[in-house]
């Protein structure tokens, strides 16, 4: 049996926040459903902010009581602050991720506050989760952890800075995200190998975009450096806000494509998730569905790793 | 200064031999010159092969020729076998590159000849050249090395068999191509140590395809493994003749963006690729161009390596 390598799915929160229209909450549904079949065992199904910012995520608190009945899912959402913690824990999330913008003008934009202010607010809601009878993973994400389209370059060192801090509040794991997809392998490299150092086992995945085409060669990088767990979005759905008509999330289907081939298990079936594109594809008729192993065909060279 | 990786452009013939329509020769000659502007140094510009089979090709004599005025840069043309070397050499071609399939079924589909006899014809091209007064580069690229669409898995004992006998046939180089894209990282990693050790310095470059979406991670496989030579196309022009729809060589201005981003010197600007993108375009106007880079633009956080 090869080394397992875990993928969250991210399509439903990241990939729909940035869709130009809504989909309807019963086929949202259906379509997280049909990606657990398809093998995935985390996947991030909303986010618990303002439905006047992001309307896409309006049904998050129906969706995730939805998804809690699916046998084996650990059901994420996303929020940004702890009220946000509290409406996720009271639907019954398995667990939260919480994003802190590492570079400190991307924080202020987005959140009205500072990249430390930030971390303060997780340290709350990881605070208020022990006190609670039900626990509920807690896990942040450091965004523009590889560049800033606001900032520019973000200094690996600000990074480590907020890895730490964050590890230090008790969040379960650290996540490192290219919000805009700016990221290279070698960056990857150096800046796995020095989150890593500081935080060691705390830092739990990558998060990457495929904005200039580098997505699958950056998960490489992190996997030579041992990560074993990565997001990614059913047909590279999402996008950047800074990049109009830009790749989105690095795409599940070829994700799995790759690390099967080089002989890790995925757990992840390649035709479920061709059936779980179909699904998609109904509730978003307007959106061009990415990923390159689906509009190629599965190889006859390719078995799932044994 | 960056250690250097240097670029072939293969877009001119192994891009527009899938295209739907035929390029103009001025429009062809044209685009070749702007790659060469944005600071192309080695263009595959066609292949010597009949018209009938590959009417994209048949003026291939006459843009050689034009190419050959251009400043600084090394013209190549494909060839399959002694008949078309020597028609790349009346032209003034500076290089043939002779493909010699690996598998020993797509030799027999391509050319009615085993992978062997290929090698012999190889070794026919390189005498001839010999007994010339002009000089001209001869290297072989191992089609199929990284799997077959007719045979499936190709056995690395089979691409270092026939690497080394291409080797020993005298060519300048040994190219390993992924003919038809199914190649993984890890499988990048071990075919080219594999082969690199039994012909060491010959091993010269590799031709990736991006079909399953992997070229680039496949790329830096090769990258880590010590090579600094690739082929590749503007805007990723190509596919897949096994494949419909399927995406082509790996794309020339993602390619560079990766590479200059860490800290590789390429000598090519990526602002002249895109000028370049806008000729291919006038050229084949029914071709959806691919390239990340060029949709999302370039951010501000990318500069050169110094």
């Known amino acids: 049996m090869g080394e397992t390598v875990k993928l969250c799915e991210v399509g439903p929160r990241d990939g729909l926040q940035m869709a130009a229209s809504i989909m309807p909450t019963d086929i ?10 398809a093998g995935l065992r985390e996947i991030e199904v909303g986010s618990f902010v303002p439905p006047t910012l ?5 049904d998050t608190g129906e969706v995730v009581r939805a998804s809690r009945a699916i046998d084996g899912l650990t059901v994420i959402a996303l929020v940004p602050n702890l009220k946000g913690a509290q409406r996720a824990h009271e639907n019954g999330a398995d667990g939260v991720i919480v994003p802190v913008s590492v ?24 605070e208020w989760v022990k006190g609670q009878e039900l626990p509920m993973k807690v896990e942040a994400g450091c965004a523009t952890a590889f560049g800033c389209s606001i900032e520019g370059q973000v200094p690996v060192g600000r990074v480590v800075m ?12 650290v996540v490192l995200a290219d919000t805009v997809g700016y990221g290279n392998p070698a960056q990857v490299h150096a ?5 890593g150092a500081e935080i060691g086992a705390a830092l739990d995945r990558l998060h990457l975009h495929d904005t200039m085409g580098l997505g699958l060669a950056n998960a490489l990088a992190g996997l030579e450096e041992g990560i074993r767990c990565f997001d ?29 081939s080089m002989g890790f298990s ?3 079936d390649l035709d479920g998730l061709f059936r779980a594109r179909e699904v998609l594809q109904r509730g978003l008729r307007d959106t061009a569905l990415l990923g390159n192993v689906a509009k190629a065909g599965i190889p006859r060279t390719y078995s799932r790793a044994a």
């Not at 992001?54 to 309006?58: C, G, R, S």
């Not at 971390?119 to 809601?125: D, F, L």
């Not at 907020?162 to 794991?173: E, T």
């Not at 800046?191 to 989150?195: H, I, K, L, M, Q």
């Open 28 to 37: 949202k549904i259906e379509w997280i459903a049909s990606l657990a079949r």
């Open 54 to 58: 992001i309307p896409q995520m309006a």
């Open 103 to 126: 570079s400190e003008g991307h924080s202020r934009a987005n959140t009205n506050k500072g990249s430390l202010e930030q971390v303060a607010e997780v340290r709350a809601i990881v």
């Open 266 to 268: 995925t757990g992840i």
């Open 191 to 195: 800046t796995v190998r020095a989150v």
């Open 162 to 173: 907020i890895a730490a801090a964050l590890a230090d509040a008790g969040v379960d794991g």
């Open 232 to 260: 990614s979005a059913l047909a590279g759905l999402g996008g950047c806000p800074f990049a109009p008509g830009a790749s989105g999330n690095i795409v599940t289907e070829d994700l799995v494509f790759m690390l099967e």
